[in-house]
């Protein structure tokens, strides 16, 4: 996942069991102080409240993606959460968080 690694919006992976088993560069610096990289290895649950963890437990058992902005610290972000496979098989959870302008147009295209 060296393209992953430098990518300018934080991208976290888990497991089926929630286990953090991938945080590239800005991950690992939004969760600093959460401990970073250290966090790899470490089960999200944890990190979670119960209304998150059973949001994180739908989106892999009905394999469906959730897609919402939030707005913290002054910046948007684009957070999407999605199961992600390994040939065919659900191996786990994807998250991405990617900034974006408060005044982000949008297009409609045919």
Known sequence: MDWAKELPSAITICDLDGKIIFMNEKSAEVFKDDGGYKLIGQNLFACHSNESNEKIKQIIAEQKPNTY????????????????????ELKGLVEFSIEIPFDMPHHVRS
Do not use: D, R, S, Y
């Open 69 to 88: 902005t939030i707005e913290k610290a002054g910046k948007k972000k684009l957070i999407h959460q999605t199961p992600w496979f390994e040939n065919g």
